[in-house]
């Protein structure tokens, strides 16, 4: 024999190498999958689920051990079981590029790593077979990968938004008198109040900065406050704050309720004042999100506190400031401050907060509190006052249960408990002399069998009330005996409604649920029919609960009842896990009872549709803007005693104020604690339904007919595990924050955890420029003219909540001088 001979003789036992190695790896790596997919798959059918993943699951085992075996097979099974995901996928959810993408991408990387192992069975083949699986095992991954790219890719481009069907514009009511002009503070050159006016429309007639220019717009200036989070303060900072601008200066406040003025040109500071927040007092979920500016009447312009800055505190106090030198108007109150913790009862630091501006409409500046969601029954009142603006008396105090007082209540006495509060901004017509509050829940929000009669009749309500005597004039209720934490977060807007019989003085009322209602602001009836729809029945109240809801016939945000093929993730085993947790869920679409025994889904969730970001309207060309959230929770009672074995204990009785909504709320005083999902999260940050997760729209005024809608955030600084992705895709992320409508026919808005800030053209809906924000921009942007030149302002504070960073930064952007 030769060496050659010899050789040849023992070529079957050559040395194991990196291919061997790497198809035993692939070959373990399918049958823990196949495992695991399979086991679920069994599970999922069993509840009444997909049959897919059941088989998938035993062909990938098979494949795994056929490859550990040596067995070539192990390829071709592997990848006829791919080809099958790919026409099951297609079959499930078509060319929905978001939907694809957990269904086939990762069954598409590991068919790469499978055919990467093909040169490991070299040893069983002839060399011309050897040869042919090295130049498969480089060509197939190729092709397949970019068989899955163009898929993808063309899919995400063909992939909108499923929207329901604009609702048929209904006629409104004849013989409703026109508005007269009302005396407002509009935006012009200034933007003197936190919606622009007290009507808040958040539009400006200001047109300097257009579509065809924007490009050019750059940074012009900007400030930093100094208030930044501390250790005792870490994951508590909101600040959603939106300056106000008036004559050259501009007011700005800080997470814990700094004011500051600067010069509206440079930026440059002219005074501060700190009203020394204590740290305890931040309460979960917002800060300062505005001031409000107030001239006396009858005063001289260089009298002291002649013009004013009025704002509520976190710890509860209603203060005013000379607008000019920032030192308290010690006409007002006690030296400038007066204390809204009086006729509240027992409380605790961070359960009662002012976090809205004052509404200051015929001389009287109304508030409402922030009562921390969700921890006692007998939580501190939700009782809106109204103070005298030049003095700080107390003017009125509506108390729903005690409708026959006006003032305080006696002393020893408090304001009744636990009711629902008005925690955003209300709007006004000054004409009128209606202030119109957006209110909250009841002190719990997920159970309501105590709930008493004026709070079911005031729940989820916008009440008009006489700013002069502090008298309900009409309400309109947006959810019947809420049980889904969906209060009315927005500020309201006024327009002067077009109909075919002429201008209607109306008001347009978004919500969470996503139902937009139009009303006659005079009397509250709809100017749009509101359908009461049969609602789900169930739950651990089925007696209390409301057998219909109202559903506008005007517009509506909210998307199409979730099914298991909306479930998502990141992979084929996280929306697996997604669509078993559907199954084991109680789910009869919105307004599904909270149940005990097994959890619910929410959807949408209570950040869901419209929040406190509210609307903006360009009154101009009749172009309603709406930005909003398209995102479920995943709810579940927790009885009273596991409740308490867990830990959960109400903010006055030692629970944390750390503790947010998305772990849950302790209900106490109820049967039941709340464990909330908030968005319905996977371990790794992700979500359980599909993405778009925000989207912006527009909406023909006359008619509530949708003009368009985008999805709103890019993927560039949102990924798994909190990690940034840098993909430019829009995904449209969660937002919170509004939209600013200008002349110029463009839209500004941040709102998005991609930390950008976006201008849009309100005639297409696309992008025309945006900009990089140093934290998040969870707020809303204004806009104002000073020396000839507009200034685009926005204070991206960043949200805890929202888990984008923290800043203390406030931005003005303007075009090039001259």
Known sequence: MTDAGANNAHYPVRHRGIAFWWRALIGILLIVLGLLIGGGGAWLIALGGSWYYLPAGIALLLAGILLLAGNMAGVWLYALTWLATLAWA??????????????????????????????????????RSRNAAYVTGLLLPVIALGAFGFLHIDALAQSQPTQPPAPA???????????????????????????????ATRYSPLNQITAANVSKLTRAWSFHTGDMPNGATKDLYSPENTPLEIGGHLY??????????????????????DPKVPDNAIPYGASCRGVAYFTVPGTKTDQACATRIIFGTLDA?????????????QDFGQQGSVDLNQGIGETVPGWYSITAPPTI?????????????GQAENAPSGVVRGYDATTGKLAWAWDMGHPDRTGAPPQGDTYSRGTPNMWTVAAADPQLGYVYLPLGNAAVDYYGVDRKDFENQFNSSLVAVDVTTGKPVWHFQTVHHDLWDYDLGSQPTLVDFPTVTGKIPAIIVPSKQGQIYVLDRKSGKPLFPVEERKAPSGGVEPDKLSKTQPYSSYAHLDQPVLTEKDMWGMSPLDQLYCRIQFHRASYQGEYTPPTVDRPFIEYPGYNGGSDWGSIAVDTDSGVLIANYNDMPNYNQLIPRKKADEMGFKPIDKGGSPKKVRDIGDPQAGSPYAIAVNAGWRLPTGLL?????????????????????????????????????SMLPLTIGTPNNGGPLVTAGGLIFIAATTDNKLRAIDIKTGKEVWHADLPAGGQTTPMTYEVDGRQYVVIAPGGHHFMETKVGDEVIAYALPAG
């Open 90 to 127: 297609y079959w499930e959810v078509g060319f929905d590029g978001w939907a694809l993408m957990p269904r086939t991408l990762a069954p598409t990387v590991i068919l790469i790593f499978v055919l990467l192992a093909i040169p490991a069975f070299r040893d069983r083949t002839t060399r």
């Open 169 to 199: 514009a209904q006629p409104a009511p004849n013989g409703v008198p026109a508005s007269q002009d009302v005396a407002v503070h509009q935006a012009g050159n200034d933007w003197p109040v936190y919606g622009g006016s007290e009507l």
């Open 252 to 273: 700005a406040c800080s997470a814990k309720d700094i004011i500051i003025s600067a010069d509206a040109r440079s930026g440059k500071e002219e005074w501060r004042y």
């Open 317 to 329: 106090r209603l203060i005013a400031i000379d607008a000019k030198t920032g030192k308290p108007c």
């Open 361 to 373: 409409v015929r001389g009287i500046a109304v508030v409402g509190a922030q009562v921390k969601d």
């Open 688 to 724: 359980c339904s599909k993405p778009p997760y925000g989207h912006i729209r527009a909406i023909d005024l006359k008619t509530g007919r949708t003009l368009w809608d985008e999805p709103l955030g890019s993927a560039d600084n949102n990924g798994p595990f909190g990690i940034p």
